[in-house]
């Protein structure tokens, strides 16, 4: 299985009953700053886009900070409504935060093209958005294997108008979690895997790579295996070449 130039990461942790319910009053100061990060994020994109059209370069320091901007968010988002998958409060920053529990690592590009800029964030992007629409909010119906985690060959289907796979799966998880204390790990695993196919879909739209995502919704707090070319052994993956 290849690899990609994004890699998320995920811990569950926490255990509380009650805490889902107040989260969205106590992450409101990270909502504030990131709405003005995301205004910046949005801006020195554009300008992203200029530079790669000018010299075929993603500026250095743009995409520190926006790749800066993507970490925050993914860490409010583990925390809140996207998985819940810990308690602990994010941290304020920028920084990699290598000691939380969700983490995002993205491989700085070197050259990138320039003709796949002007019609990645839109064109080839939208099979993405389609699939997209379903798992965060659509009126498509979708069927996902669970896996084997206490689901086996059990299909989990949402359809709705307006509401999306994740926000069933996240209305169980908050049931599960207020009346019995504990986080299905099948649940886990799927909210992993679609918040890890976004992130990747929202990097290659943010002109951060080239490397088109891949339709593979990988499940689990650690990235799939990637398969040696040679022996064909699985071998757990590696930090791409320059993963800030």
Do not use: C
């Not at 569950?12 to 409101?28: F, N, Q, Y």
């Not at 320091?61 to 409010?76: P, Q």
């Amino acid at each position: 299985m290849a690899t990609t130039p994004v890699r998320i990461e995920g811990d569950l942790d926490g255990r509380s009953r009650w805490m889902w319910l107040v989260k969205w009053l106590l992450a409101i100061p990270h909502y504030i700053i990131l709405f003005f990060l995301w205004v910046a994020f949005l801006l020195l994109t554009v300008v992203a886009f200029v530079g790669i059209l000018i010299n075929a370069r993603y500026p250095g320091w743009i995409f520190r900070f926006n790749l800066g901007v993507l970490r925050w968010s993914w860490r409010v988002d583990y925390y809140g409504y996207a998985v819940l998958g810990t308690d602990r409060y994010p941290p304020f920053t920028l920084g990699a935060a290598e000691d939380y529990p969700a983490r995002l690592y993205i491989a700085e590009p070197g050259r990138l093209s320039r003709g796949l800029v002007l019609v990645k964030w839109w064109l080839l992007a939208i099979p993405h958005y389609l699939v997209l629409m379903a798992f965060l909010g659509g009126t498509t119906f979708v069927v996902m294997d669970g896996g084997d985690k206490g689901y086996g060959a059990v299909a989990a289907e949402a359809a709705a108008s307006g509401i999306g796979l994740t926000t069933v799966l996240l209305l169980i998880v908050a049931v599960a979690l207020l009346f019995t204390g504990r986080y299905p790990q099948g649940l886990f695993d799927l909210l992993m895997g679609i918040a890890r196919w976004a992130i990747r879909v929202g990097a290659y739209v943010a002109l951060m790579t080239d490397t088109y995502p891949p339709f593979r919704l990988d499940q689990g707090g650690r990235e799939p295996l990637a398969q040696d070319p040679q022996s064909g052994a699985d071998t757990p993956p590696r930090a791409p070449s320059g993963t800030v």
